[in-house]
Nanobody
Framework: QVQLVESGGGLVQAGGSLRLSCVAS????????MGWFRQAPGKERDFVAG????????FYADSMKGRFTISRDNAKNTGYLQMTSLKPEDTAVYYC??????????????????????WGQGTQVTVSS
């Protein structure tokens, strides 16, 4: 098992930036692909970005391309989501998630929430207009 803890959320004005962190513990972080999802009030949980366990492959939801950057540092057991040019519609609780891809390609990533077995508790991001 792996435990995930997000941090870095907060209140920011439109056009601002935030960097979210996701610290993993319990198992070897480099065995897991990682994803970021978000959920706004009254809405479903949506995929934001994903990164393979090697860090060599990334994938973004269309509305995040060019504004968000996902990365990871396996030596620090930490994943990141750098968010820039934030908009009020980015307001949501952001979750990191992990999927064990040890038996899969090191470049494997997925945007399907059902494939991620491990989730953090979430961090609130609020963007004011």
């Amino acid at each position: 098992q792996v435990q995930l803890v997000e941090s870095g959320g907060g209140l920011v004005q439109a056009g601002g930036s935030l960097r979210l962190s996701c610290v993993a513990s319990g198992r070897t972080f480099s065995m897991y692909a990682m994803g970021w999802f978000r959920q706004a009030p009254g809405k479903e949980r949506d995929f934001v970005a994903g990164i393979s366990r090697s860090g060599g492959n990334t994938f973004y939801a269309d509305s995040m391309k060019g504004r968000f950057t996902i990365s990871r540092d396996n030596a620090k057991n930490t994943g990141y989501l750098q968010m820039t040019s934030l908009k009020p519609e980015d307001t949501a609780v952001y979750y990191c998630a992990a999927k064990n891809t040890y038996l899969l390609s090191s470049f494997y990533i997925t945007n399907s929430s059902t494939e991620y077995a491990y989730w953090g508790q979430g961090t609130q991001v609020t963007v004011s207009s």
